[in-house]
């Protein structure tokens, strides 16, 4: 069974259909700070190589030796996003420590940049690397320099160490159950390992064999 529809209703929805989405992008324009087509061009172009080149060496090492100029231009992005906006949100933004942040964030950059290329030239000597081996700009992944650098802290560092109580000691209590003696024939999988650290805690259980 069928049902008719008014028409003028019709007419009224697919007036609303075309004129309210339009009406919301005028509004955006209008209240949002402007927003540069070199990032909106930076950002669909990140979007695209992410879906089209998978995890690699090849994208490890560009990853990490464009960290520090990548970092950097995302905080320009975040700068000249905060000058333009309005006087009384800028004022509201110095109130809250806004600008410190960023400046405490550039620090960060270049404390994480020394990090990342000190990996960088321990990976091109290990792997026997040549200058300009890897020099696909466009496969890079700060998300994943990001993360590593986090396991760097929690794993291996000093301020880390409340951390690994809280997460790896559980672990660690629970194992220590097993007798020495039936350790050797057991296997340990450490998913999500991090880097490594509560696996190396795991396989310093074993030494007590030797």
Same mark, same amino acid.
């Given at each position: ?58 994208? #490890? ?9 990548? #970092?950097?231009?995302?905080? #320009? ?103 020495? #003696? ?29």
């Amino acid at each position: 069974m069928t049902k008719s529809v008014p028409y003028n209703l019709s007419v009224l929805d697919f007036i609303l259909a075309v004129l309210f989405p339009l009406l919301l992008t005028l509004v955006g324009c209008r209240l949002l700070p402007p927003f540069p087509w070199s990032d909106i061009r930076h950002l669909l172009t990140g979007l695209r190589i992410r879906r089209a080149h998978p995890f690699s060496l090849n994208r #490890a090492y560009n990853s990490y030796s464009q960290y520090g100029s990548l #970092a950097r231009q995302e905080v #320009a992005i975040m700068e000249r996003s905060y000058s333009t906006i309005e006087r009384a949100h800028k004022h509201l933004g110095f109130r809250i420590g806004y600008p410190r942040k960023l400046g405490r964030l550039r620090e960060a950059i270049e404390m994480n940049t020394t990090i990342t290329e000190a990996v960088v030239k321990l990976a091109s000597r290990e792997l026997s690397l040549e200058d300009g081996s890897f020099c696909d700009t466009n496969q890079v992944d700060l998300g994943r320099v990001r993360e590593s650098l986090k396991h760097f802290v929690r794993d291996w560092s000093q301020e880390g160490a409340r951390e690994r109580e809280k997460i790896f000691q559980p672990i660690i209590r629970v194992l220590e159950r097993v007798p020495v #003696a039936e350790r050797a024939k057991m296997k340990v999988l450490v998913p999500g390992s991090g880097l490594g650290r509560l696996a190396w805690e795991i396989s310093q259980l074993g030494k007590s064999l030797v």
